[in-house]
């Protein structure tokens, strides 16, 4: 199999603005169940298959071949303690041994698309395995049973519906990690509480009041004072689809 020939297509699932720093959704449109004729297909380039030898942590696999592979796209628990001493995190430790459960000692098969590192050297892939006779999105079952959150890096939103989809189950399920507080969707209109959680990803929900497009920036304003309530900024580049006022779920 080689990675410039063969293609992976994923069903679509939801309709959403792929953003470089956040993605800004509609509340209700990330919510609801796709309709037939919004169907679209997200497409992988296909890449080599090999043995995952060990789990490193909640979203990164040591291959046989030497190489580290980063989870794209499902971002697992961290703890919201960052002191050096903080003790075991029982989300981050349910998601390693989630994806231990599922991958370790078996074959993958790797795909990929847009950004092929990242800043650790480490692959940026999706994973697919065969269980049961069923073919496996490692991604998606991480998500849809809540060992992860739907994210994305500079040049890698590929399948971005499809992340927000199986995490969409496993939210309105509460399973997993939705059912711990560290996780919870935070109110834009509390922008003072918000700071708590600066260099953190989070789940920002509100009424956008403003768009402000700039040279190289868009500006979701939730309020009519950027300068004390919460603002998302959005590299102009990376807009696919206009954002009009709203209510919208922002991610960064």
């Not at 796209?73 to 960052?82: E, I, K, M, V």
């Not at 499809?162 to 496993?170: P, S, T």
Request: hydrophobic letters at 40%.
């Amino acid at each position: 199999m080689t990675a410039s020939r063969q293609q992976i297509r994923l069903p679509a699932a939801a309709a959403l603005a792929l953003l470089l720093v956040v993605w800004a959704t509609s509340a209700q449109a990330e919510d609801q169940q796709p309709q037939p004729q919004q169907e679209q297909t997200c497409t992988l380039q296909a890449g080599p298959t090999r043995s995952v030898v060990r789990v490193v942590d909640a979203e990164t696999v040591l291959l046989d071949d030497g190489e580290e592979v980063r989870l794209i796209g499902a971002l697992a628990p961290r703890s919201p303690d960052l002191k050096p001493d903080a003790g075991p995190w029982p989300p981050e430790e349910a998601a390693a041994a989630a994806l231990r459960d599922l991958v370790a000692g078996r074959s993958v098969e790797l795909a990929s698309s847009g950004r092929a590192r990242d800043r650790y050297g480490r692959l940026l892939a999706h994973l697919f395995l065969e269980e049961n006779g069923e073919r496996v999105w490692v991604q998606g079952r991480l998500l849809s049973t809540g060992h992860a959150r739907a994210y994305g890096l500079p040049e890698s939103f590929a399948c971005a519906r499809e992340l927000l989809a199986h995490e969409r189950v496993a939210r309105e399920a509460q399973a997993g990690l939705w059912a711990n507080a560290a996780y919870a969707t935070r109110a834009a209109q509390e922008a003072g509480k918000l700071l708590r959680y600066r260099n953190s990803y989070q789940i920002v929900e509100g009424s956008i009041a403003r768009v402000k497009a700039a040279k190289a920036r868009t500006y979701l304003d939730f309020g009519p004072d950027w300068r004390t309530d919460f603002s998302a900024g959005i590299d102009a580049r990376r807009f696919c689809t206009p954002i009009r006022s709203g209510q919208r779920r922002s991610r960064g």
